[in-house]
């Protein structure tokens, strides 16, 4: 973990830019530290897109469009982590849809969830190939 997903509205980006912006929150995920520690691992994280083709934003104009961040982390980071991890990704987020913020209707957010390791299973060999 980290496990950043992107909802999107079919009508906000093309697959690139939207392919940018997961590399992007990829290398901002990467690049939280506390107390000079990497917070997330970087075997774990990951940021994928999930184009929405159906959807209907307030009242239904076609030129409205939305995403929603939705970032799944483990328990126990702090809150002041968790907040600077929130900020930075948001901040990127609204960087780079501010031309599209500015010609129409946009709603951009983002929430952060943790969970208990006792409710996940993974087997994944990404960490030990990044030592190698």
Request: net charge neutral; proline share 2%; with cysteine.
């Amino acid at each position: 973990m980290p496990h950043l997903t992107l909802e999107y509205s079919a009508n906000l980006a093309g697959a690139d830019r939207i392919g940018q912006l997961c590399k992007t929150l990829a290398d901002c995920l990467d690049a939280q530290r506390e107390s000079g520690q990497r917070v997330y691992p970087l075997g774990g994280i990951r940021v994928r897109a999930v184009r929405c083709e159906q959807f209907c934003i307030a009242d239904g104009r076609p030129d409205a469009a939305f995403l929603h961040a939705n970032l799944k982390i483990g328990a126990g980071r702090s809150e002041a982590t968790k907040k600077a991890t929130g900020d930075a990704l948001f901040d990127l987020i609204k960087q780079h849809f501010a031309a599209e913020f500015e010609t129409h209707g946009l709603a951009l957010s983002l929430e952060i969830n943790e969970f208990s390791e006792a409710g996940t299973w993974k087997h994944n060999n990404l960490h030990a190939r990044l030592k190698a």
